[in-house]
């Protein structure tokens, strides 16, 4: 790449203003969506104001639209100095943001169906500061783009390079992720603002709201057949999300970095340092583990929340993980064998749990009274009790702990489980707890406070946990010989 | 247990780590901040309108039961400041905390990113500071030593960045 031609001042692409103006369109219309459509609001103002000053006060809000447009167009500059990134913005108030190359934890680029057409791209980088120091540049040329990144991250290969993939999603992975992952909630959560709607075209379009007229007279048929229609829609729901979200999913090694493309419409192309890399988790939703199937997410410091914006690898089958782990860290092989935490554990989940049951009782007592006869009351006690015993046993069970190779693997869960992994020189700080009951039993929690949030190890032995401790300082520091400074008193 | 043994750990455990009780005025400070806490609870019982309600022939009774929890959170609160303590060892930052749910915390300074004192009203009545140590990528402070006074905390300050310092030079050799 020119190394003169990113020292000059950059601008954004003017398509990206088009860009920006319809996602903001469409950002706004999906937030006000209710308070536009819901309870006939829409209608009620236009009732109220008229149909041409709904039109003026539309076509002056889109002039307004359009100069804040431009005027953050003609503000927004980037260029390269030596290894830093120097991006100036801002509306009203000049910003001017500074990242130097060995700072970079992660380089993404984005490019949207409405986008493709320009040849424009979204370019986000993650500095070590976290994602909520994310710095976009949000409409760019292509070749602008992959100028960047290889100043940025010198290793990422350009999009027409062709590398083979050592791990592409398979259909097979891609429909069981999308049936096992979360991305049922996030399709429900999209589509929820038009219930409002839908629940007002039903109200005006169909010939009868009695619900009897609707439903079929036999109540196991009416079960059965609301059961399937609800558990098909968000199968599908979720199945759609994933295939919008991880189509064509394909991971490159890249020496020192992972490379992932992905998405139906809106391509994605993710960059991971793996010197940058914090913790490796192994997710398997209850649903994942029935069907064989699980994902990865890759932590790094400051990690996002939102999932698309995370560096995960979806629709690992077959066992998969045990091969792409050592791609992330040489050298790191899955567990053979898995501790598991002392039995006590299980005997404190039980009282909690049990405790709750017995409060769950006595205030569904205290509210429904002589509602429920007295076997009514035994049946549900007794249910709750079994639900207790088997959730304090499924806790247990799917704890558990491994060491091996300078990495420490973690694992917890109830119906699914999550596998933490983290060499020991990436914990941040450790905590070593007892409580009365753990004392007694010589037993003691280890909280291991990571890149991405806290890691507990529950009831294991007091021992073992100080150890642990200590060879995470140990992995941290080249020496802890102990020294009491002299001169600070309290 | 497949334990790497490292030899570095045979020399550093983290138990045997000699600790340093924190400024003995950390205790009535701490006591009198739980004592204005339930004080208020108490106050509040005490002058809270109940009308006609059966709970009004209970309200002594509460009130005399929300101020023997606080009395006995008072004494908690005294106990476990008394046995609080830390040390600073050569790359590493450890505090004990922690009365019925004992704590030993162990911060590894190579993860150590900046550090700040801060002291509310009531600390500075009793001459006393805290020092919040924070680590990358950690929306809060991880370590927070409560009870220092300002020379102590100067100092530890001090040498907490001259680590700092040493690590960076590490680094970028």
Known sequence: ?490 | MSQDASPTVEQSRLAETPLQPFSPRLAPCLALHKAVSWLLVVLALTWMPLGESELLAWRVWLVAGAAGLGALGVALAWCEARRRAYALREHALVQRRGLLVQRLQALPLARLQHIETRSNPLERCFGLVRLACFTAGGRSADVVLEGLSPASADALKQQLLARLHANAEETSA
């Open chain 1, 1 to 490: 790449m020119n190394r003169e031609w990113l020292g000059e001042w950059q601008r954004l692409s003017p398509w990206a203003m088009l860009s920006l103006l319809l996602m903001q369109a469409a950002e706004q219309g999906r937030q006000h969506l209710p308070l536009l459509l819901g309870a006939g609001a829409g209608l009620t103002l236009l009732d109220a104001v008229g149909w041409r000053e709904l039109l003026l006060a539309g076509a002056a809000g889109l002039f307004l639209a359009l100069l804040l447009a431009w005027r953050y167009y003609l503000r927004f500059r980037f260029r390269i100095e030596e290894d830093v990134l120097v991006v100036h913005q801002g509306l009203f108030e000049h910003r001017e943001f500074k990242l130097a190359a060995r700072h970079v934890q992660q380089i993404a680029i984005r490019q949207p169906l409405h986008m493709r057409p320009f040849g424009v791209v979204e370019w986000q980088v993650v500095p070590m500061a976290g994602d909520a120091a994310r710095i976009i540049l949000p409409g760019i040329r292509q070749s602008t783009a992959d100028a960047l990144s290889a100043r940025l991250a010198p290793a990422m290969p350009a999009p027409d390079t062709v590398q083979p993939p050592h791990y592409a999603v398979t259909v097979k992975g891609l429909l069981l992720h999308g049936l096992s992952s979360r991305s049922v909630i996030v399709a429900a959560a999209m589509l929820s603002p038009l219930v409002r709607p839908l629940e007002r075209w039903l109200h005006d379009a169909a010939p009868s709201l009695a619900l009897g007229d609707w439903l079929p007279n036999a109540p196991l048929l009416l079960a059965a057949l609301g059961t399937l229609a609800l558990f098909t829609l968000l199968m599908l729901l979720s199945i759609i999300a994933t295939v919008w979200r991880y189509f064509g999913f394909r991971l490159v090694d890249d020496g020192g970095r992972q490379i992932q493309t992905r998405g139906l419409l809106q391509r994605q192309r993710q960059s991971l340092t793996l010197e940058r890399l914090q913790v490796v988790e192994w997710v398997e939703t209850g649903l994942g583990r029935l069907l064989g199937c699980g994902y990865l997410i890759c932590h790094q410091f400051g990690g996002a929340v939102d999932e698309d914006r995370r560096f995960v690898v979806p629709g690992i089958i077959d066992g998969k993980q045990r091969e792409l782990l050592p791609a992330f860290w040489p050298g790191v092989t899955w567990p053979a064998e898995w501790l598991a935490v002392s039995r006590y554990y299980q005997r404190v989940l039980l009282l909690r749990g049990g405790l709750l049951a017995v409060l769950l009782l006595a205030g569904g007592g205290a509210l429904l009274g002589d509602a429920l006869t007295a076997w009514q009351w035994l049946l549900l006690g007794g249910v709750l009790m079994a639900l207790v015993v088997l959730g304090a046993h499924r806790r247990w069970r799917c704890q558990g702990w491994a060491h091996s190779g300078g990495y420490l693997w973690v694992r917890h869960g109830l119906l699914g489980r999550r596998t933490h992994v983290f060499a020991l020189h990436k914990g941040i700080s450790v905590d070593v707890r007892q409580s009365w009951l753990q004392r007694r039993r010589g037993l003691a929690t280890l909280h291991l406070h990571l890149a991405h949030g806290r890691v507990a190890l529950p009831f294991i032995e007091h021992a073992t946990a100080l150890l642990l401790a200590d060879e995470l300082l140990a992995a941290c520091g080249p020496s802890s010989v102990v020294e009491i400074p002299g001169q600070v008193t309290p």
